[in-house]
């Protein structure tokens, strides 16, 4: 994603705190083939979440501005499941 930024400093890259299980978790996935997005969105749902997390996906087809090749992307969401006490 931050390939083309040559401002970015990958030293600062955000990395998430060590423990998730009342955070919201939000991924964003982005790929130039249909094929490949569906794939990066089942191996990101599978490392990020737990089976009681309500999962939220939500995805856009577009043009990339610079290229014009067409990017798929999808946000994916985790949210823990509300605790009944």
């Known amino acids: ?3 083309d930024n040559h401002k970015h400093d990958p030293g600062r890259e ?3 705190p ?3 299980d009342e955070a919201i978790r939000v991924v964003v996935c982005t790929s130039g083939s249909p094929t490949d997005i569906a794939g990066r969105v ?3 749902i ?3 979440s737990s089976a009681s997390d309500e999962l939220h996906v ?3 087809i577009a043009p990339a ?3 014009g090749q067409t990017l798929y992307s ?3 969401v985790l949210r823990p499941a509300r605790r009944a006490d």
């Open 1 to 3: 994603m931050f390939r």
């Open 46 to 48: 599978g490392e990020y």
């Open 42 to 44: 089942q191996r990101a």
């Open 14 to 16: 955000f990395s998430p």
């Open 58 to 60: 939500s995805h856009a």
């Open 65 to 67: 501005p610079r290229t």
């Open 18 to 20: 060590g423990c998730l």
């Open 74 to 76: 999808a946000l994916i």
